[in-house]
């Protein structure tokens, strides 16, 4: 059974930085091409960041040279860091496999 389980969201400040993490298993981790999505409320479930299992990475250009995904084959764990966020980065944010999702994690960014 495919688990993906995300952690690490929360409230920042605009500027600020968060780490979210992954945690999956019931797969062969190492194997998969992982990626991250967000929602933001009424919006469409947007691509954020993919990774290859050569760890290649790819960004949307809304995140790029601001969010960093990083991934640790040995744990199976799955990363975000987000730095200078904006408020235009509040969304829940999602663990995708390519056939998986996780439950996400809300990430709001408010003074």
């Known amino acids: 059974q495919v688990q993906l389980v995300e952690s690490g969201g929360g409230l920042v400040q605009p500027g600020g930085s968060l780490r979210l993490s992954c945690a999956a298993s019931?797969?062969?981790?190492?194997?998969?091409?992982m990626a991250w999505y967000r929602q933001a409320p009424e919006k469409q479930r947007e691509w954020v960041a993919t990774?290859?299992?050569?760890?290649?990475?790819h960004y949307s250009d809304s995140v790029r040279g601001r969010f960093t995904i990083s991934r640790d084959n040995t744990n199976n764990m799955l990363y975000l860091q987000m730095d200078n966020l904006k408020p235009e980065d509040t969304a829940v944010y999602y663990c995708?496999?390519?056939?998986?999702w996780g439950q996400g994690t809300q990430v709001t960014v408010s003074s």
């Open positions: 019931g797969i062969v981790f190492s194997r998969y091409v």
């Open positions: 995708h496999d390519g056939g998986d």
């Open positions: 990774i290859t299992r050569r760890f290649e990475t």
